[in-house]
């Protein structure tokens, strides 16, 4: 009972104090609102009559005594009274009531005296910018400075970046010290100036046109882009990749800096300001450098090989009609066929005409222009300059270096009536010189040209182009690989008719050998032909060559055996000869060839069996689907003919097949 009535009691008292406890809490709170908000006034009130002594002291007296204006260590508590004494100014009437012209002269007065304290004091503390504490006083002169009341921050914010550019640059890489001083820079700018964000693209710009500007003028020659026809190629090619590099590292630079101006326009305004005046004579420049390169590099070649180069036609025939005159004098001299193809002339090194070396110096200069014309032409113009570079090297390469290799050989080759032992071989080597070159010519212009060339109808110009100059060139070089065949097929006819004698097939006495004709056929193909093809020319086109020349030289031979009368013996000769030439013919590598021969070794059957088998082997194998005349035209050959009066014994009918 009593002790439950005891702990209810306690429980009630310790509610109840508790109550107590938060009421004087919220009590003591409200009050010290309360003292706070009256220590606010009584602290307003004070310094309102401190504001209202300055002003009533300065009206009356012209100045301000305080130490708070006199001290210079106040020099920032002095500027935070001014400031609210400027506000209270300019609330002041102008005209009517009484006359605040001394209050206002005292505030101007010292307004000015405070800002160049303040002033200097920034400006000295900034030689010691890498101490913390003249940092910090850098930031509290700034920020004072930065009060409606001053003028003078704009002043200390030029003159920190006037400071900023006379930081020295170290290093060759002038673009690597701009991007660590602006770093650094902004850093500064962080920890002093509230408006980092105007300050830097503010500070960036002045850096690109006193340091970038300065440098781009210093080493582009304005001239060099205005009169480039009067500019050696060195000096352009020079020139030309000074503002690759420049205009490259610059560009790279501001977007770096795009971090520190948000402002789209930023790189064009920079690409204007300092580039403006070379970038719009650039393609002028990049093609005159071409011109002359191109040029350059073909003189020097024709120069290295003593050859005099003359592209105009009449005069190039009269070079032409020279050499050979002198050529056919050294011929005549020496009397040899192996000394006259070993003594060829200077005058005529057709052979050595088109070079590889060539082709790859032109290549890598176009190659390079490439890479400045993507650098350099904005996106409308660079189709267009693409398309110069294109022409360029088509021209240079295809025109003035290819065709006129072929032109100079075409001028020169070999004649059809030629009495001596044909040389193909300088042509052949021009042919592949010229697919090594094609290669790369095609190459670049599917890797490098024509992906980069935007404009779907510069593109399709620049293939048109590039199709023609080609295709001229396959022209030529096709009627020079068929003209070296008929060369060849004529000498083959020249020795057959020269060496062949007719005793060769109508002898009684079988040779132990081929005939001589035979024999100087087959060493001309072997030494002077087939592999002088299967060098320069490859894949397809050495197949089709190879297919021409293998079916010509068959008929060639044929019409050539035509002309004979055929012993048995004598038959037994050209199956000898037939043999050997069957196995020079397997070094074409064509099947259809090795057929036709092996067609001549069947027909030679007809020369041989005995003339009542004639009627068995007529229609068998190949022979089958040969003209009904044409046999007869061959079983006449034979020496019996008449006097087996194998006319009889042959089939009597007059169907065939045709081959």
Sequence with gaps: GWKNIKAVVSTQSTGELDKVINFVSTKVVHLGDQLKQMDGKRRRALEAKELIDYINEAQKTGSISSPIFTDVTNIHESARVLHKITLVTQDLPEKGGKDFSRLQGVVTRITDEIEKHLVQDFKMSLHHYNDEEHLENMKRC????NQPCFQAYKEVVDYFIEARLKAPFYGENIFSAIKDCINETSEIVSKVFSDHDTIMPKFIKRIFKDKIWKKVRLTLKLDVFDEPEKQSSQDLEQSLDSLAELYSQTMGLSTDLSKYDNDISFANDIKKSIFCSYLSKYSDTEKEYLLKASEEILNQFYNSIKHEKNLNSDALQVHLKNAKTRFNQLRDNIGSTNNMLNNEPSEMPSDQLLSVNVTTSLLKIHERAVERCLLLSDQTA???????????????????HLEYAIDFYTANRPSLDSR????ISPFLTIVGNANITYHSLDKFFNDTILPNIQNPKVQTEVRKIRQT???????KVSNEINHSINIIINWIKVILKSKQEKEDF?????AQSSTRACNEVCNFLNNSVIDTFKG???????QHVMMELGVRFHGALLD?????????????????DLHRYKQTVQHFKEPFVEELFEGLNKLTQLLIVEPHKLRDIWDEGSLARIEH?????????????RKSNIQSKLPSYSAHVKQ
């Design 420 to 423: 001596n032992e044909p040389v």
């Design 536 to 542: 320069p020319v490859d894949g397809d086109n050495l």
């Design 506 to 510: 109508n002898s009684l006495c079988v």
């Design 560 to 576: 050539h055996l035509l002309q004979y009368q055929y012993s048995i013996v004598g038959a037994l000769q050209l199956i000898q």
């Design 469 to 475: 100059e080609m295709k001229r060139i396959e022209e």
């Design 142 to 145: 700034a920020a004072t400075l």
């Design 629 to 641: 005349g044409f046999l007869v035209q061959f079983v006449k050959l034979r020496l019996d003919y």
């Design 382 to 400: 660079c189709s267009e300059v693409l398309k110069e570079i294109a022409t360029s090297l088509l021209t240079h390469f295809v025109a003035n």
